[in-house]
């Protein structure tokens, strides 16, 4: 069962008191799913998260943004009319199984281990089945603060100072709280949806499998 962070009172939502007000006004993604519509706010990315997370702020914009661009007519994206490829891992990861496999922690996608974590990975591909319409959003260059990767990584392995992580900490929360102002050309520049032909497909099932194997093969060589 999924435990929301938010509740209804009239038309508004109420999301926890420590989230910045830029990140209390975005909107909520719907998506239908199995039937159902469901309304998913980035608090409830959050928690599936484990946290607050710069990558799946930025990642929700990209999701809102792909959205627009490929159903301009307003109707709801349905999980089945989509196909998502993502490069990023960590919190863009969560975001997309939450919202298209539905939050359970059976169920999270771990990345193959030839992904990692660097600027040019923050990419997006959203397709449209029913129209055959795609779009690709990449953050624009220059939006992370300076030595976001190095500060990062050195926390990972644990040699960052304390002067390091103050300031890891604040870059975090200037993200946090200013990604969700930017516009979304700001963010992603102004792609234009396009048609696409596709074969082949891959099953949600064996792409985990094919992770499996491949992150066990890395284990093997190294």
């Known amino acids: 069962m999924i435990v929301f962070f938010f509740f209804i009172i009239g038309s508004g939502i109420v999301y926890s008191d420590d989230l910045p007000d830029s990140v209390k006004n975005l909107d909520p993604i719907e998506v239908i799913r199995d039937g159902e519509e469901r309304i998913i706010t980035i608090q409830d990315v959050y928690d599936f998260h484990g946290g607050t997370c710069p990558g799946a702020t ?6 809102q943004y792909g959205f627009d661009l490929l159903y301009p007519d307003g109707d709801t994206p349905a999980a089945d ?20 496999k539905g939050g359970s922690d059976l169920d ?45 990584d050195r926390h990972r392995d644990g040699s960052i100072t304390d002067a390091e992580q103050e300031k890891r900490q604040q870059d975090r929360n200037y993200v946090i709280r200013e990604f969700p ?42």
């Open 181 to 222: 102002k930017k516009s979304y050309a700001e963010l992603f520049g102004e792609p234009e949806p396009f048609f696409f032909i596709a074969w082949g497909h891959i099953e949600e099932g064996e792409m985990d499998r094919h992770i499996r194997e491949q992150r066990r093969a890395q284990r093997d060589r190294d």
């Open 81 to 100: 009319d989509l196909i998502i490829l993502v490069r990023a891992p960590g919190g863009p990861l969560d975001l997309m199984d939450f919202m298209m």
């Open 58 to 63: 930025m990642a929700y914009r990209a999701a």
């Open 108 to 152: 999270r996608t771990w990345p193959p281990a030839g992904i990692t974590r660097s600027a040019d990975n923050f990419v997006f591909e959203f397709y449209r089945k029913s129209t055959l319409q795609g779009v690709k959003l990449k953050l624009q260059d220059g939006l992370w603060p300076d030595d976001w990767f190095v500060l990062r």
